[in-house]
């Protein structure tokens, strides 16, 4: 078991890079099936879940080269075959596969999609896409059987009953070579749809609307090959924006699409965070007194689900008392008892988190819990007097590219070690 440890109270100054979004890249990967020659995906963060997927796609046959930020992905020879739990039970964007292979194979058999645990994360919503087009699904062992008649899937009417970022790009992964027009409704807007989109088109799909509410998406027969660069990570970078103000004295964050952040930046400068915003980076001066907000989580382009827990130390260090509500995941609460053990006056009642400010963090040994609370504690644990030990980090490892080294960086007394 790997652990972070930090010795907190250092200023953090200096620049620090975002990398390329997790959350398009686990879905860019899979799509590359689609194509009929090479996919070269550029700006590709050093995550976990990339070198997971990229297991996948190479247990399935396809060849890919990973060399720095670069991945060239071959999926000529991709065969269909059942994709194992074990490896499709890492994470949860592992469910792109379904979408993959049933667009390029008109059939497949996938293992359950894994991740975070953030309370219930079902899957109904990619599954009624599917049958929408025609697929007969069923749930066999482990794994998730996707048949067609004809290995062939056809355009479908679908309106999504929840805003779902994975569905929304589950369905457009398996629409653009269906036959005929899919239009999905009450789709999610996520930057990262966006994203996705993009390297389709590029690839000679025929999608429009992406970043709104319906998309429509005109099947082709084929796709070809492209080169895409991954857009910048919204969460990272919101989560050092925060660090920034919690515990730097002058941070540059550089890569970073302000255009993404608007609702996030608008509640850092409601607590009075000093911000310069550039074209693409934002520089977070250090802070003086700064006011407790309440924050609401809500589909994009609302407060992101993904940046309450990050932004939690940076709250409980503010005048006053707030409340945070996620509206998305009821059960994303886990990192509350780990930074009430750091001294924090915080609480959770259901998805009712309620703290009050200013508190004064004293370094402990605390656990993540799940990729954005393990983000919490490190940012808690570069605020808190003394060391604090951060265990189960491998959550962390899955989406912060090159944390120790960007926070050594900045200055921060932060290590990482193998129990
Ligand atoms: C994506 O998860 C992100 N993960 C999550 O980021 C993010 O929190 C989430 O979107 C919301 O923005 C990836 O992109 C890999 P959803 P996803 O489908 O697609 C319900 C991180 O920290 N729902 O938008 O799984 C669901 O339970 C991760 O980087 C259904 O009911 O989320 C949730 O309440 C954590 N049925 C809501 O919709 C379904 O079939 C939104 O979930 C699908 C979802």
């Known amino acids: 078991m790997k652990k972070i440890i930090i010795n907190g109270g250092k200023p953090l100054k200096g620049e620090v890079s975002v990398s390329g979004a997790k959350n398009s890249v686990v879905a860019l990967i899979p799509a590359a099936i689609l194509a009929d020659d090479v996919v070269v995906l550029d700006g590709v963060p050093n995550i976990s879940d990339v070198d997971s997927l990229v297991d996948i796609m190479e247990t399935m046959g396809a060849k890919v080269v990973h060399s720095g930020e670069t991945l060239e992905i071959d999926p000529r020879s991709v065969q269909n075959i059942p994709v194992p739990y074990d490896k499709i039970s890492r994470l949860r964007a592992s469910y792109y596969f379904y979408g993959s292979l049933l667009g390029r194979f008109g059939q497949a058999v996938v ?20 049958e929408a087009m025609g697929a007969d699904v069923s749930y ?17 009417h679908i309106y999504m009953d929840t805003v779902s970022v994975g569905a929304t790009i589950n369905t457009m992964i398996a629409a653009v070579k269906a036959q005929g027009r899919t239009v999905i409704e009450n789709a ?28 429509t998406v005109d099947g082709v027969e084929k796709l070809h090959g492209t080169r895409h660069q991954v857009i910048p990570d919204r969460i990272e970078a919101g989560t050092y924006i ?19 952040l608007e609702s996030y930046i608008a509640k850092l400068e409601e607590m009075g965070v000093r911000m310069t915003i550039e074209e693409d980076a ?21 407060f992101a689900t993904d940046l309450q827990q990050p932004l939690t130390p ?21 990192h509350v008892p780990e930074l009430a053990k750091m001294g924090a006056a915080i609480s959770a009642d259901k998805n009712r988190i309620t703290y009050q400010g200013p508190s004064h963090l004293r370094g402990r ?35 912060y590219s090159n944390i120790i080294e960007k926070l050594s960086a900045l200055g921060a007394d932060i290590h990482l070690v193998t129990d």
Do not use: W
């Open 111 to 130: 293992g359950l999609p894994g991740g975070c645990d953030l309370g219930p994360r079902p899957i109904d919503l990619h599954l009624k896409a599917f």
């Open 242 to 260: 925060a660090l920034a103000a919690a515990a730097g004295e002058g941070v540059h964050i550089k890569n970073v699409l302000y255009e993404h």
């Open 365 to 399: 040994a605390v656990k993540a819990t799940d990729l954005r609370a393990g983000a919490a504690l490190v940012i808690a644990g570069l605020m808190a007097d003394g060391q604090t030990q951060i265990s189960n980090v491998e959550f962390i490892l899955r989406g």
């Open 140 to 156: 066999e062992g482990e794994s998730m059987h996707l048949t067609t008649p004809h290995q062939t899937i056809y355009g479908a």
């Open 314 to 334: 940076l709250l409980i260090s503010a005048e006053g008392q707030g409340t945070i509500v996620d509206t998305i995941y009821e059960k994303r609460i886990n």
């Open 188 to 215: 999610a807007r996520e930057p990262e749809i966006i994203d996705v989109a993009t390297l389709l088109n590029n690839m000679g799909a025929r999608i429009r609307g992406a970043g709104t509410d319906v998309i």
């Open 282 to 302: 934002i520089y977070v001066e250090k802070q003086s007194s700064l006011r407790a907000v309440s924050v609401k989580t809500s589909p994009y382009p609302g």
